[in-house]
């Protein structure tokens, strides 16, 4: 499997009029290292850009050598006079996991986060006690199915990695599709890559299915308030209003960009072929 990651100057090279939806899980990487994809907006049903909230740091000197490499054909390329468009870099799972789990890091303390100012700042009245209900229902939520089980994710990781359980543990958690094609593998290194794989896969796109209902259901909710008109609120508490919608508004930038990486990687183990030596 391949993925595109396309160095461009800057995000006004991307015409999303042109974009497909065999493109949407291209990468756009611009000349300072930020980071671009792009998502379908349903509502307005357009392509959109999107900032990818990872580090970008982290990874744009990996993905910058990749396309260096390639670098005098492109300039062929441009000599005579065709179109370049971009690298085809070979996935590489294992930088996609380690940046999904940064994420999560990231993520299980921003869902606490919420938790925590939307509470202090007494956003929500408990007067009200129809919304006040729903809030909490989301924060216990939140916590439950949401923080305690991205924990859960970076304890099977770290299992994964350091102290793996025997293979016929995890080999009868899998499907019939998936054990099946775990059965073609040969070596028992690789079934164990295999079995990392698809334990990712599953476990991170269910939770984020979970996370991003449950995000979505608050943004309304507090949206509903229209909190940043009521005079009786002090600064700090539409400030911390203000603050709580943009966290939420990236966090779910953000899992758009793990489930397109969720994607790839359910597709990379949808053959035994690259487990095979």
């Not at 580090?55 to 993905?63: I, L, Q, V």
């Amino acid at each position: 499997m391949k993925t595109r990651f396309i160095r461009i100057d800057d995000i006004s090279q991307i015409d999303t009029s042109k974009i497909s939806t065999f493109d949407l899980a291209n990468r756009y990487i611009d000349k300072y290292g930020n980071m671009y994809g792009l998502r379908y907006n349903r509502a307005q049903k357009k392509v959109e850009i999107v900032k990818i909230m990872r580090t970008p740091k982290k990874h744009a000197s990996y993905y910058s050598h990749m396309m260096q490499k390639n670098i005098e054909k492109a300039e062929q390329q441009t000599l005579h006079g065709e179109d370049y468009i971009g690298e085809q870099i070979d996935f590489n799972p294992e930088t996609c996991l380690t940046t999904i789990i940064d994420l999560i890091k990231i993520h299980k303390e921003r869902l606490y986060g919420i938790i925590m100012n939307i509470g202090n700042a007494n956003i929500i009245s408990d007067t009200d006690k129809i919304v006040w209900n729903s809030v909490n229902d989301i924060f216990r939520n939140l916590d439950i199915d949401g923080i305690q089980q991205l924990e859960k994710i970076i304890d099977v990781y770290t299992e994964l990695i350091n102290y793996p359980r025997s293979i016929m543990y995890y080999q009868s958690k899998l499907d019939t599709k998936h054990r099946n094609i775990l059965d073609e593998i040969p070596s028992e290194s690789s079934k164990l890559k295999y079995i990392k794989y698809y334990e990712m896969w599953y476990q991170v796109k269910t939770v984020y299915k979970t996370i991003t209902k449950l995000l979505n259901d608050l943004k309304f909710i507090l949206e509903q308030q229209h909190i940043e008109e009521k005079r009786d609120f002090t600064p700090f508490q539409k400030q911390t209003y203000s603050d709580t919608m943009i966290t939420i508004e990236n966090t779910l930038t953000e899992i758009n960009t793990i489930n397109t990486d969720c994607a790839m990687i359910e597709e990379y183990i949808s053959t035994s072929k690259h487990f095979i030596l």
